[in-house]
């Protein structure tokens, strides 16, 4: 799987959009760009994920630019529970098979002002 | 209830013992993992799962082995516990590679 580059830390002010970037840029045409936080030392919580195009849930936005060599994580409206490390994976996808796991960064810790 | 459960969530353990960490689920995914994490560090992967006849190493396996007792069931054991497996410990499932993760809750292990 490509290696990404996030920046250690960041931080933002509550009611803001908070914009986490990730470099990827040795991504290949099959690989995935997935966001997951971690609050504190619970579970990894996923967030979003794409391929090529820009997606939006309920959680985020996910901004891939056109030679997919980067992205950013949106957070609209940014809460004090939005603190977390967040890290950026690209992924392999082999639905049916082949090697699988997350492989995790340092990520970025984001904290949130209020 | 979790739909990822990991026993126990706090274990201390003397070094040379043998320890293990289970893991059930109630998402009826195929796919298993069991992660660990390091202070300061992002998780590494140690095995994973397809099935309950596909097991797999990961990143890092030494020191590790598992059981898929059934598709619900996938548990990790450190055969002789030393102070450097101390860390935090997930498991997870997915659907498929391409879908997302979910996480249990983590066990924190200490080896003394």
């Known amino acids: 799987d490509a290696k990404t580059t996030q920046p250690p830390s960041m931080d933002c002010a509550e009611g803001r959009a908070a914009n986490l970037p990730c470099n990827h840029s040795?991504?290949?045409?099959?690989?995935?760009v997935y966001w997951y936080r971690q609050i504190h030392s619970q579970g990894p919580q996923y967030i979003i994920h794409?391929?090529?195009n820009n997606e939006t849930n309920e959680m985020a936005s996910l901004i891939i630019t056109e030679d997919r060599k980067s992205s950013t994580l949106i957070l609209p409206h940014a809460t004090l529970r939005d603190t977390a490390v967040y890290y950026c994976?690209?992924?392999?996808?082999?639905?049916?098979?082949?090697?699988?796991?997350?492989?995790f960064g340092k990520g970025t810790h984001l904290i949130i002002q209020p | 209830d979790a739909d990822v459960t990991q026993t126990p969530r706090n274990r201390i353990t003397k070094t040379g013992k043998r320890i293990m960490l289970e893991c059930s689920q109630t998402?009826?995914?195929?796919?298993m993992y069991w992660y660990r994490q390091d202070p300061g560090l992002g998780l590494r992967l140690i095995y994973y799962?397809?099935?309950?006849?596909?097991?797999n190493k990961g990143e890092i396996s030494d020191g590790y082995s598992v059981s898929r007792q059934a598709q619900a069931k996938f548990s990790l054991s450190l055969e002789s516990a030393i102070p450097n497996q101390t860390a935090l410990y997930f498991c997870?499932?997915?659907?498929?590679?391409?879908?997302?993760?979910?996480f249990g809750q983590g066990t924190r292990l200490t080896v003394v």
């Open positions: 997870a499932t997915s659907p498929s590679s391409t879908a997302e993760t979910f």
């Open positions: 040795t991504i290949s045409g099959n690989e995935y």
């Open positions: 794409g391929l090529k």
């Open positions: 994976i690209v992924r392999v996808a082999f639905p049916g098979g082949g090697a699988d796991g997350l492989t």
């Open positions: 998402k009826g995914h195929d796919r």
């Open positions: 799962s397809f099935d309950v006849k596909d097991i």
